[in-house]
């Protein structure tokens, strides 16, 4: 199955810092690029690589120092102790959404394809669709999501939209809902806002923030003391979780200190301010336009 580039691999690589003996994970498996790059650094190692989608299962690599665990990455710990795996000499995490999601119509992650229906589950064994959402949740619910996921600034006047609409009929393909999403974008500003509204149901019906700071929490646990932590965000949202936790452990980016004023801190930042891709790679993969990479290791 084709995938695209992966975005930022020479970066990731390096940030890695490879033991070709050590355990390393890769928790968003996709197609498979980071993983296969990641084993050719390996001798005696080991790479598990986490992914909850169907479709990813078909680019499995056949290696004996590989294994893809089917799962979403919030059972990283459990997994790994299962496979007796722990701790950790590396952790990879490409968050969003493959370029093969967004291309395969049925999926629902693309704005481009209006007759689609609003799917958006990376997992189709969950039970709540981007429809679903769309069509039970409460005018302030809908509010919310599209403010804090979307960072949408009339959120509220897209919501009192959304809800009006679906009492006429309920709001089913990406058609439907571009068509009430018109009525309240800025002309020439329409591909920004349904890529905003559509991102804000992804991670919603996902429930994206949840798993990612589950994944963070766990990555503390399960990496030993120099083990890396390496992150790809593609919203401020992600990219903020990722920052705090690195720079303090905490969520809330507050550094504790001990009684002599020195940083209590759980991780060495090795990137101060996030990579971001050159001109060379921004033109081979639009993915890499938003993606911001930081790098840590375990004290």
């Known amino acids: 199955?084709?995938?695209?580039?992966?975005?930022?691999?020479?970066?990731?690589?390096?940030?890695?810092?490879?033991?070709?003996?050590?355990?390393?994970?890769?928790?968003?498996?996709?197609?498979?690029?980071?993983?296969?790059e990641i084993l050719k650094h390996l001798t005696t190692g080991k790479l598990f690589a986490f992914d909850q989608d169907d479709d990813a299962a078909k680019n499995n690599i056949v290696d004996e120092r590989f294994v893809l665990v089917k799962q979403n990455f919030k059972y990283l710990k459990n997994m790994l102790r299962m496979y007796n795996a722990l701790p950790i000499d590396g952790l990879l995490a490409d968050l969003g959404v493959s370029s093969h999601q967004f291309d395969i119509a049925e999926r629902g992650f693309s704005i481009r394809f209006d007759e689609a229906k609003l799917d958006m589950r990376m997992d189709k064994k969950v039970k709540q669709t981007a429809a679903d959402v769309l069509n039970n949740s409460s005018e302030e619910e809908l509010k919310m999501i599209f403010k804090l996921y979307g960072e949408i600034d009339n959120a509220g006047s897209l919501a009192r939209l959304i809800t009006h609409a679906r009492k006429?009929?309920?709001i089913e393909t990406v058609g439907d809902l571009k068509a009430i999403i018109e009525k309240v974008v800025k002309?020439?500003?329409?591909?920004?806002?349904?890529?905003?509204?559509f991102?804000?149901?992804?991670?919603?019906?996902?429930?994206?923030?949840?798993a990612l700071k589950e994944l963070l929490?766990?990555?503390?646990?399960?990496?030993?003391?120099t083990g890396r932590l390496v992150v790809i965000s593609y919203h401020s949202l992600e990219d903020r979780l990722v920052k705090n936790i690195m720079r303090s452990g905490?969520?809330?980016?507050?550094?504790?200190?001990?009684?002599?004023?020195?940083?209590?801190?759980?991780?060495?930042?090795?990137?101060?301010?996030p990579i971001v891709?050159?001109?060379?790679?921004?033109?081979?993969?639009?993915?890499?336009?938003?993606a911001k990479l930081r790098i840590a290791e375990k004290k």
């Open 250 to 273: 905490k969520f809330e980016g507050e550094v504790e200190k001990d009684f002599f004023g020195n940083q209590l801190t759980p991780f060495t930042q090795i990137s101060r301010k």
């Open 168 to 170: 006429e009929k309920a």
């Open 199 to 210: 991102q804000a149901l992804r991670i919603e019906v996902n429930k994206e923030m949840e």
């Open 277 to 290: 891709s050159g001109e060379e790679e921004l033109e081979k993969n639009s993915r890499a336009r938003s």
């Open 187 to 197: 002309r020439g500003r329409e591909n920004k806002y349904y890529a905003q509204v």
């Open 217 to 225: 929490t766990q990555s503390l646990e399960v990496l030993k003391p």
């Open 1 to 36: 199955m084709e995938y695209h580039n992966p975005v930022l691999l020479k970066e990731c690589i390096e940030g890695l810092n490879i033991n070709p003996a050590g355990i390393y994970v890769d928790v968003t498996f996709g197609g498979g690029g980071h993983s296969r």
